[in-house]
């Protein structure tokens, strides 16, 4: 069992940037793909990042280009550098992990993650 837990969220003007962190514990071992979800209040939870063991990346279209997410594998912690925010970018963000396929075609899945943190609130105002 891995346990999570974000970091990061607060409230932020568009335009601005924000840094969320995820400490993982646990059988860390256990997991090769870590990502990063987030939900927006009356709609359903979508991914926005994910990272495999190897360092290989994916992101949803709405954030290329602006946001990045790394790891640090001595830490055991995962981070979202989410740059030029906008407004639709408020949401609950959550870290997840888990065991994916390595072609990358479920990564974007939320229920293929047994993984998850509670959760960290991201504000963006106009």
């Known amino acids: 069992q891995v346990q999570l837990v974000e970091s990061g969220g607060v409230s932020a003007q568009s335009g601005g940037s924000l840094i969320l962190s995820c400490s993982a514990s646990?059988?860390?071992?256990?997991?090769?793909?870590m990502g990063w979800f987030r939900q927006a209040p009356g709609k359903e939870r979508e991914g926005v990042a994910v990272?495999?063991?190897?360092?290989?990346?994916s992101y949803a279209d709405s954030v290329k280009g602006r946001f990045t997410i790394s790891q640090d594998n001595a830490k055991n912690t995962l981070y979202l550098q989410m740059n030029s925010l906008k407004p639709d970018d408020t949401a609950m963000y959550y870290c997840?992990?888990?065991?994916?396929?390595?072609?990358?075609?479920?990564?974007?899945?939320?229920?293929?993650?047994?993984?998850w943190g509670q959760g960290t609130q991201v504000t963006v105002s106009s």
């Open positions: 646990g059988d860390t071992y256990s997991i090769n793909t």
């Open positions: 990272i495999d063991r190897d360092g290989r990346t």
């Open positions: 997840a992990a888990g065991i994916l396929r390595t072609d990358g075609g479920t990564w974007f899945r939320p229920l293929m993650y047994n993984s």
